[in-house]
């Protein structure tokens, strides 16, 4: 009778090894699409895109002429 309760256990425990993780509850704010907090956001990040775009053009551009070249 011990043995079966303590392989019933040792199976239990090593099948909850497998069991998915429950998910962390993530709380979101819902910001509505109209307001001037979104707009302003939006457009913050969209010139910070661009900028960030910008600057690894030109920085392929200048390593562009010494793609290639064999020495």
Same mark, same amino acid.
């Given at each position: 009778?011990y043995?079966?309760?303590?392989?019933? *256990? @040792?199976?239990?425990?090593?099948a909850?090894?497998? !069991?998915?993780?429950?998910?962390q509850?993530?709380?979101?704010?819902?910001?509505?699409?109209d307001s001037?907090e979104? *707009? @302003?956001?939006?457009?913050?990040?969209?010139?910070? !895109?661009?900028?960030?775009?910008?600057?690894?053009?030109?920085?392929?551009m200048?390593?562009?002429?010494?793609?290639?070249?064999s020495?």
């Amino acid at each position: 009778m011990y043995k079966t309760v303590l392989v019933l *256990a @040792a199976t239990i425990a090593s099948a909850s090894a497998f !069991a998915p993780a429950p998910r962390q509850s993530i709380s979101r704010t819902v910001v509505r699409a109209d307001s001037d907090e979104y *707009a @302003a956001q939006l457009d913050k990040m969209q010139k910070e !895109a661009e900028e960030r775009l910008d600057d690894k053009v030109e920085e392929l551009m200048k390593n562009i002429e010494t793609v290639g070249q064999s020495n």
